[in-house]
């Protein structure tokens, strides 16, 4: 962990993701409004001492609403993640290690699934399960499988050849020792990254599904949701949209950065360059 | 200082020419994230026209620094903290970046090592040829083929019209070479650098392209820097020799005077790693009247076998035999060594043994008769160890090295489990590696260290076969050396057999008490080492011999 916090990038992304998981963690206490209450006379308004950051178009104190937001959409975005990532690892190390037919059989399933896009596949599978938070984080995971299979895969492939495998396949190592002790630690690390990455991507989807009434429902304060709302109005007012546009954007930054230095102090041998 | 003087000026040279590449007082500097690093040091340096620069050195001694130096092509952390680089007498780091454009592939132009990755696979060989004819000599497409053409004869290649239509993939390693030596001698260029142009070449390929250089060299009278960490290859080719060393020129002189008589410690200390097969390392012969220990008969495997369904697709597609019938005996605590050039099947036979491939035939080991490699057990796999060529890549990066030296230990449970800590210790001081080294990660030891681990891991497990697949070809020399003698004192201190399989025929002639020949997955010779210059060679192996240099000693 010290490591990770020695180089730039891995500071700023721990500082960004710390932000985010205050707002998580104490948002509800330190909301200066409910985030429901409407405030009639102060309706889209900009930045005033009152409502530091502005209001929506009911008048709902943004802040407010953006503190309280931060639990269910980061929460979305990293169990749709989470899910997807455990998913395609599981299928992809398969993959990888059996090889022949069954990696062929399984790997062309996946590319079917990859030829669909993310958004289509999720709404698929939100129409037949029925709308709600839960189901669209299951879509999403069953979306993201494909790609992280993969990645994991591709991961396998290339430390399976290694000699170090070899060695481990020569020495008579079990499956479990050689899959786990050999390859999985080795292979992790473009896996991770790209989990990170996706973190922000489940959440813009989340919102997106929202926003097309199948994901997290009015009057959820969730932030995709918020900017979906708030779009018809962001002529009048573009603080409404700017406020959970940005906090999307910094909390997919901060889940970037600090996966590209989670990377870098995984692998032993750029820690210490 | 003065220019080193040839010690037979060609007939036609004035005698008091400016040498064509002149290095004076030359320091290079690498700012990097540890701190500065020396790359060079006062370097000084002349290359006459029509001779030969020999610049050794092990990885890291700055050679190829220089090279892209003169070339001026430098990383941005590069600092020139001094000195001047002079060709025909005009200092190119006073140049700008304009010139030095029609200075590149011009009046100086590079060979590198590797001609699969120093050639664009998507492009015709006779493209990549001719971009340099048009570039700098303005031909039209059309004459540049011509010229291209003429080249490629030059360099003895037998059909250069069909050559010139080939991609890089459809040439052998020893044509794609030749491509790069004509594409650099295209321009009648003043000075070729070349950068160890024959390691990644077999043996009798690269006596080919050395021999083709030297005839080049004589008919165009081009001035060369030849880097290269091989010092039997440099007395072959170069005039004069500069030994490199931590980025300092520690000897300088004409060749024959610096490798007969050294004056300084690190010349004498590389000139004697290098491989002597006069000087055998190797242990004493074993008892050949006992049964075998491992008994190889007709082992045969294929490569690229089909499935059924793209047999019945795409019918007559060739197999590719990886080795052939291949029976030969080892003899407990004997050094068998295996020679080859890439492709001969050598490695087949390391991963059938190893057990990493499928083979057909038979293994007779320790009197159990395996077929298939199914039936290699553990028991099986903890009597016969492996190790490979990379230590980078033998020993994963995310474990410490008491983790890696316990492994064999904990599987084959070779010592109780409160043993293992001391036995680590002991296994390392065997390899004379400090006892602190346990807590470590590999990317922290050298190459050398690193390979030296691989052999405790092998030898841990108490093996009676080791199999050793080129484990000295990644190291430098002076290591090298080093490596072999100590897997000589520990087969013979454990009376385990072992398959040393290399490319370095003078190597395996000093630890081997008996060498196997493979060629295109044959076994075309098995003698004894002692035999080797015997007049009733395989033909094949005659050649190899023929084609290793063997360095001139130091006469003491």
Same mark, same amino acid.
């Given at each position: 962990m010290r490591e990770l916090l020695r180089s730039p990038p891995g500071v700023v992304g721990a500082v960004l993701l710390l932000v985010v998981a205050t707002a998580m963690l104490l948002g509800p206490l330190l909301a200066p409004y409910d985030p429901q209450a409407f405030h009639p006379r102060a309706r889209l308004q900009g930045p005033s001492l009152a409502h530091l950051l502005g209001t929506d178009q009911f008048g709902r104190d943004l802040l407010s609403r953006l503190l309280h937001g931060a639990r269910a959409t980061v929460a979305f975005g990293l169990g749709a993640t989470l899910l997807g990532v455990l998913a395609g690892s599981i299928i992809g190390i398969t993959a990888g290690v059996i090889g022949g037919w069954i990696d062929s059989v399984i790997m062309r399933i996946l590319d079917g699934l990859l030829a669909v896009p993310d958004l289509l596949l999720t709404l698929l599978i939100v129409t037949v399960l029925g709308a709600g938070t839960g189901h669209a984080m299951l879509a999403v995971a069953v979306a993201f499988t494909p790609g992280m299979a993969r990645i994991a895969r591709s991961a396998v492939l290339s430390i399976r050849t290694q000699e170090y495998v070899l060695g481990a396949i020569a020495r008579g190592e079990s499956w479990a020792w050689i899959i786990g002790r050999e390859v999985i630690p080795n292979a992790i690390g473009p896996v991770v990254v790209e989990a990170t990455i996706r973190v922000a991507f489940a959440i813009m989807i989340g919102a997106t599904l929202g926003f097309l009434g199948l994901g997290a429902q009015p009057p959820s304060t969730e932030w995709g949701l918020m900017v979906a709302e708030a779009r018809q109005f962001m002529f009048r007012n573009p603080w409404c949209v700017a406020v959970p546009g940005v906090a999307i954007a910094f909390a997919a930054l901060g889940f970037n950065l600090f996966g590209d230095a989670l990377r870098d102090s995984f692998d032993p041998r750029r820690r210490h360059r | 200082?003065?220019?080193?003087?040839?010690?037979?000026?060609?007939?036609?040279?004035? =005698?008091?020419? *400016?040498?064509?590449?002149?290095?004076?007082?030359?320091?290079?500097?690498?700012?990097?994230?540890?701190?500065?690093?020396?790359?060079?040091?006062?370097?000084?340096?002349?290359?006459?026209?029509?001779?030969?620069?020999?610049?050794?050195?092990?990885?890291?001694?700055?050679?190829?620094?220089?090279?892209?130096?003169?070339?001026?092509?430098?990383?941005?952390?590069?600092?020139?903290?001094?000195?001047?680089?002079?060709?025909?007498?005009?200092?190119?780091?006073?140049?700008?970046?304009?010139?030095?454009?029609?200075?590149?592939?011009?009046?100086?132009?590079?060979?590198?090592?590797?001609?699969?990755?120093?050639?664009?696979? *998507?492009?015709?060989?006779?493209?990549?040829?001719?971009?340099?004819?048009?570039?700098?000599?303005?031909?039209?497409?059309?004459?540049?083929?011509?010229?291209?053409?003429?080249?490629?004869?030059?360099?003895?290649?037998?059909?250069?019209?069909?050559?010139?239509?080939?991609?890089?993939?459809?040439?052998?390693?020893?044509?794609?070479?030749?491509? =790069?030596?004509?594409?650099?001698?295209?321009?009648?260029?003043?000075?070729?650098?070349?950068?160890?142009?024959?390691?990644?070449?077999?043996? =009798?390929?690269?006596?080919?392209?050395?021999? &083709?250089?030297?005839? &080049?060299?004589?008919?165009?009278? =081009?001035?060369?820097?030849?880097?290269?960490?091989?010092?039997?290859?440099?007395?072959?080719?170069?005039?004069?020799?500069?030994?490199?060393?931590?980025?300092?020129?520690?000897?300088?002189?004409?060749?024959?005077?610096?490798?007969?008589?050294?004056?300084?410690?690190? *010349?004498?200390?590389?000139?004697?790693?290098?491989?002597?097969?006069?000087?055998?390392?190797?242990?004493?012969?074993?008892?050949? *009247?006992?049964?075998?220990?491992?008994? &190889?008969?007709?082992?045969?495997?294929?490569?690229?076998?089909?499935?059924?369904?793209?047999?019945?697709?795409?019918?007559?597609?060739?197999?590719?035999?990886?080795?052939?019938?291949?029976?030969?005996?080892?003899?407990?605590?004997? &050094?068998?060594?295996?020679?080859?050039e890439s492709g001969s099947g050598k490695s087949t036979i390391a991963k059938v043994l190893a057990g990493l491939q499928d083979f057909s035939g038979v293994v007779t080991f320790a009197g159990r008769r395996l077929e298939g490699r199914r039936a290699f057990d553990r028991a099986y796999r903890r009597a016969v160890q492996i190790v490979f060529q990379h230590p980078d890549a033998s020993l994963n990066p995310r474990q410490t090295i008491a983790t890696i030296l316990s492994r064999p230990l904990r599987l084959y449970g070779t010592v109780p489990r409160h043993r293992i800590r001391p036995r680590i210790a002991e296994m390392l001081a065997r390899v004379r590696l400090p006892a602190e080294f346990a807590a470590r990660y590999p990317h922290q030891l050298s190459g050398g260290e690193k390979q030296r681990v691989a052999i405790a891991r092998a030898f841990a497990a108490e093996p009676r076969l080791v199999i050793c697949d080129e484990i000295t070809s990644s190291l430098d020399v002076s290591v090298q050396a080093s490596v072999a003698q100590l897997l000589v004192e520990l087969q013979h201190e454990t009376a385990t057999a072992c398959l040393f399989i290399t490319h370095d025929l003078n190597l395996v002639r000093q630890l081997a008490h008996r060498i196997a020949v493979m060629r295109h997955g044959v076994l075309v010779d098995l003698f004894d080492t002692e035999d080797a210059a015997a007049p009733d060679r395989h033909p094949y192996t005659r050649t190899l011999l023929d084609a290793v240099p063997v360095l001139a000693r130091p006469t003491h």
């Open positions: - | 200082m003065s220019a080193v003087l040839p010690e037979r000026p060609p007939a036609e040279a004035p =005698v008091a020419q *400016t040498p064509v590449l002149e290095v004076r007082d030359y320091a290079l500097r690498y700012r990097t994230g540890a701190g500065p690093v020396d790359a060079l040091k006062a370097i000084d340096l002349a290359v006459p026209r029509g001779r030969t620069l020999g610049l050794v050195g092990e990885s890291g001694s700055g050679k190829t620094s220089l090279a892209w130096a003169i070339m001026r092509y430098l990383p941005a952390n590069a600092q020139e903290l001094s000195g001047r680089l002079l060709l025909g007498g005009e200092d190119l780091r006073a140049m700008p970046t304009r010139r030095i454009l029609e200075i590149r592939g011009a009046r100086i132009s590079m060979v590198f090592q590797d001609p699969s990755t120093s050639l664009n696979p *998507t492009l015709r060989l006779g493209d990549q040829l001719g971009e340099v004819l048009i570039r700098h000599r303005k031909l039209t497409p059309a004459a540049a083929f011509e010229d291209g053409m003429a080249l490629l004869a030059r360099t003895g290649i037998r059909e250069p019209a069909a050559m010139m239509r080939r991609y890089p993939y459809q040439a052998s390693g020893g044509e794609k070479q030749r491509v =790069v030596i004509a594409t650099a001698i295209a321009c009648n260029p003043d000075l070729i650098i070349f950068d160890e142009p024959t390691t990644a070449l077999d043996i =009798v390929t690269a006596r080919q392209i050395l021999d &083709l250089f030297g005839r &080049l060299r004589d008919e165009t009278g =081009v001035a060369a820097l030849y880097i290269s960490h091989d010092l039997g290859l440099v007395s072959r080719v170069a005039h004069e020799v500069a030994v490199i060393h931590q980025g300092e020129i520690v000897e300088r002189g004409p060749c024959r005077d610096v490798f007969r008589a050294p004056r300084r410690d690190y *010349t004498r200390a590389l000139l004697a790693a290098v491989p002597d097969p006069a000087h055998r390392i190797g242990g004493p012969p074993p008892d050949r *009247t006992a049964p075998p220990l491992l008994a &190889l008969r007709q082992i045969t495997v294929r490569y690229g076998e089909q499935s059924w369904l793209a047999r019945l697709l795409q019918p007559g597609q060739k197999v590719v035999r990886g080795a052939k019938d291949v029976s030969f005996d080892v003899w407990p605590g004997e &050094l068998v060594g295996v020679v080859g």
